[in-house]
């Protein structure tokens, strides 16, 4: 998923993809213990994408205190 296209998405949206990523990520890596995985990227993917996540909600919270500041 791009940056722009979570830049788009609601703060609820953005939450829920954050907790199906999270737990995603987490099965891949008990799978990634118990067996082998088909796609071994994708534990990468999914770490990005959290962080893309992470990072877009860390700017909403500086804009909304800015905002917040201003007034």
């Excluded at 995603?24 to 890596?29: D, S, Y």
């Excluded at 993917?45 to 990072?55: E, G, V, W």
């Amino acid at each position: 998923m791009k940056a722009q296209e979570l830049r788009d998405m609601t703060n609820e949206d953005l939450q829920q993809t954050l907790a199906d990523t999270s737990k995603r990520l987490f099965e891949l890596r008990v799978q990634a213990q118990a067996e082998r995985l088909d796609a071994p990227s994708e534990i990468r993917r999914n770490r990005r994408l959290i962080a893309r996540i992470k990072t877009i909600q860390a700017e909403r919270a500086v804009e909304t205190a800015d905002a917040v500041e201003a007034e």
